[in-house]
């Protein structure tokens, strides 16, 4: 084993790095034998911990990894809520202008017009 050991090991003795190919084949042999990471760490000559650690991550990546169509359909989700993000805005817009329309008409209405109205509502009404 010491051999294929040599072979993962990326950069000097001292500082352990390891290819991404050998942390995969650790990662599937730890999968697919009946040992447990440990013995395998040992056979391979990596430290426990670090094999651990290459397990967990291939599981949560392969857990979270995107299903196949995921990416197209939050694609689709995403332009459809930028499109009704959109479309509100322009309605809040558009009820906006309304209501500040209807102030100004009300408002540009001469004062003598109110007056009138108001006086001649006095007029109808009977006097007691």
């Known amino acids: 084993m010491r051999a294929q050991r040599k072979q993962c090991q ?3 003795k001292y500082t352990k790095r390891y290819s991404e190919e050998c942390k ?3 990662v599937e042999l730890v999968r697919s034998s009946d040992q447990t990471v ?3 760490a040992r056979d391979l000559g990596v430290s426990a911990e670090s094999l651990r650690g290459w397990v967990k991550k291939a599981r949560t990546a392969q857990d979270t990894g995107p299903l ?3 990416a197209r359909a ?3 989700r995403d332009e459809e809520l ?3 993000r959109k479309r509100t805005a322009e309605q809040v817009k558009t009820i906006e202008n ?3 329309d209807s102030l100004l008409r009300e408002e540009e209405r001469p004062v003598s017009t109110v007056c009138r109205s108001s006086t001649r509502r ?3 009404t009977p006097s007691r």
């Open 38 to 40: 440990t013995e395998v």
């Open 74 to 76: 939050a694609d689709g």
């Open 10 to 12: 990326v950069g000097s």
């Open 122 to 124: 006095m007029r109808t």
């Open 82 to 84: 930028k499109r009704l």
């Open 68 to 70: 196949p169509g995921a």
């Open 24 to 26: 995969r084949d650790a």
């Open 98 to 100: 309304e209501k500040s």
